[in-house]
């Protein structure tokens, strides 16, 4: 009964959250090597999802027909019953559209009289390599068992030699319990890796994970932070009411530049960094903003990292908060990054801020003071709006 509600709750939450069929498969494959092998196989059998739907032949071509009346009562049945009462009518909209199935080919019928001849012959020579191969694996697989069946022998005489030994000589770390014990970090290892490589949301592993606490797991942790090990705190320091956590600029270029592969990065001799400020508020209820200093190397595929996070309960009054992160460009832009063995010139190509950001980062006013021209020394003149309009003969500014 265990495992038929473990497979009804597994089937349950891969249909809640959308996961992948091929994430589910690869769960399903973890979960049987830790006990659990009454589960399916595929995620086709946890969701009995039918293998073959009856369909019909029309026009040369093969369709799914979905009674109109049945699909409709299906959608209605998920609205709220006060919202269907509230309507007399239902207006529907029809669409009819082709896409491809695959890049590489046209879906037509192996054998079908569609097809040419070139093209029927292309399909037998294609058939007939299938089989030529088949019969190579065949004829090594022949030779490979009887090796394997040599092997065996000889494994099984040393097996039997060193339960013998281990018989006379017990060995305390080689108890049950402890080896029970090690499967729960194995799993817990293997269920991250899992999580990482088919980027399973967060709320996604948690619900699994309260599932298989449930079901004999208890030493998994509650939550996808625990499992994959993050952080909960970061040092930051706090200046005039803002609170900053700072990432070293060379240690952050260097480790993104390993995620670009060997053909981007081995002539590479300078990098060209675009730098952006902005602020956004984090919610509707507070005054509290965030503030993060983002760097984007200009390569290909643009990658786009934090330099400084920065938090505040209103508008930082100084710029303070990226006095470190200015400094640390700085050195690079004067002394280089090192990495690969090499050294790369940095650049910095633009920084882009909106207007009211743009104004902190200058120190100068926005666009709507009455010195709002970062350009000139122009004073404007209010009219419902501030209104620049002197355009010739005036002084620029040198600051």
Known sequence: MASLSLTTDLASWASHFQVKNNAVDNLL???????????????????????????????????LHYPLRQQLLNILKKYPAEEILDHDTINLSFSIDGLPLFKSSVKRHQYSSLMTSRERRRQYNKIWARVSRAQKAANKETHSSVEMVRVAESDSHNQHFEEEIL?????????????????????????????????????????????????GHA??????????GNQNQYEHTTEDGVESVQFNVADQLSRHLTRYPAAVTDDLQSLDLSINIDGL?????????????LCSINLSPECIFPL????????????????????ELAKLIQDGLTWG?????IQVRCVTCDAPAKSMVKCVKQFSGYYGCDR???RGSWDGRMIYSETNNLTMRTD
């Open 167 to 215: 018989g006379i000589f017990p060995d305390p770390a080689l108890s049950s319990s402890e080896s029970e014990q090690d499967l729960t970090p194995k799993l817990r290892e293997e269920l991250s890796e899992w999580a990482c490589t088919f980027q399973v949301k967060h709320n996604a592993v948690d619900a699994l994970l309260n599932i298989l606490k449930r079901h």
């Open 308 to 327: 400084c996070i920065s938090t505040a309960a209103s508008k930082p009054k100084t710029q303070n908060f990226v006095k470190d992160t200015v400094q």
């Open 29 to 63: 494959k973890i979960l049987q090597k830790h006990g659990h092998t009454h589960l399916p196989s595929s995620a086709r059998s946890l969701l009995k999802t039918p293998r073959q739907i009856p369909t019909m032949q029309k026009c040369g071509m093969e369709y």
């Open 281 to 293: 508020p984090l919610f509707k209820s507070s005054n509290l903003s965030l503030w993060p200093v």
């Open 341 to 345: 063995g090499r050294r790369l010139n």
């Open 219 to 228: 030493e998994l942790p509650h939550t996808a932070r625990t499992l994959f």
């Open 376 to 378: 000139c020394n122009q």
